[in-house]
């Protein structure tokens, strides 16, 4: 994670940002901060990146790389504004001792990326449309070794895959189907027939922005309808309140890069 001490709308690079609505970035901090505290009252391991002042998105560290099985595949940015943020991600994981790979192709990280572990033996489900680049589909494969299912998403307010889709554990998923294309709707529907399906209101109030450890599911506190879902499907919805980060057009998921090992 990494602190939004920097963190403003100067620039808008989605249809969430609107630089005329003034943040409020002491309640950002705030609000953060109880998204560090309850991933850590789970039980959970935080790392801290250093926030730079100049990159007011860095907050969202899922952009920054995706990493599987100890490997992590290096994000490269759309948006010049952004475009620093990936040497701040590399310098952390080679640090750290992660077997880094840079990438050449355009794509931003977890926001397009996602690993269910135990579904089909180990499946990465990758967005393009907006941001990531179909090409980076067939480098993050090639990097990781584990096969990647393509999804077009459709509609520019959902520009990330994980502003539409999340997974809830290691082989099930939960999704919003107007994210995607619909071959992209045909294909999730084949390969997940038990997932866990959204609605707009879920998918607007950024609820399927959220991170799960397979039990305990943190999502924005926004989503009611969808905590209500989830907890009928047996997981424990956490809701947090991250209005101020929402300006910017991320929530929960946004602002926490998965480390897997
Ligand atoms: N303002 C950022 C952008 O448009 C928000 C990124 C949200 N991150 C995410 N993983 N969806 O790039």
């Known amino acids: 994670m990494c602190s939004p ?13 609107d630089v005329t609505r003034p943040v409020d970035p002491e309640l950002a901090v705030k609000q953060w ?9 789970l039980g959970h391991e935080v790392h801290l990146l250093a926030p730079e002042p100049g990159l007011p998105d860095m907050v969202y560290a899922a952009n920054g790389a995706f990493s599987v099985d100890g490997t992590v595949y290096g994000a490269r940015f759309k948006h010049h504004q952004r475009t620093a943020e990936a040497a701040a991600h590399r310098a952390f994981y080679e640090s750290q001792g992660w077997r880094f790979i ?7 990280g ?6 269910l572990p135990e579904a089909h033996g180990g499946l990465i489900l990758a967005g393009y449309g907006f941001r990531t680049e179909l090409a980076a589909h067939a480098e993050a494969q090639e990097a990781l070794g ?5 999804l077009r998403l459709v509609d520019p307010r959902f520009y990330h895959l994980d502003v539409a889709l999340a997974s809830i554990d290691d082989g099930n998923i939960v999704y919003y189907p107007g994210a995607f294309s619909a071959a992209g709707q045909k294909v999730l529907a084949q390969l997940f027939p038990d997932a866990v399906l959204a609605e707009a209101e879920d998918v607007l109030a950024f609820g ?9 599911v943190v999502l924005n506190s926004e989503a009611t309808r969808l905590a209500g879902r989830l907890k009928a499907a047996g997981y424990t919805p956490v809701p947090v ?6 300006k910017g ?13």
Do not use: Q
């Open 208 to 216: 399927l922005n959220l991170v799960s450890d397979g039990a305990n």
């Open 33 to 41: 901060d109880r998204l560090r505290e309850t991933l850590v009252g």
């Open 146 to 150: 584990r096969p990647v299912i393509s």
């Open 249 to 261: 057009g991320g929530s929960v998921k946004c602002c926490i890069a998965e480390l897997r090992h």
């Open 241 to 246: 309140e991250l209005a101020e980060l929402k």
């Open 5 to 17: 001490e920097y963190f403003a709308v100067e620039y808008a690079i989605n249809p969430w940002m």
């Open 110 to 115: 977890e926001g397009d990326f996602a690993y």
């Open 102 to 108: 840079a990438p050449n192709e355009t794509n931003e």
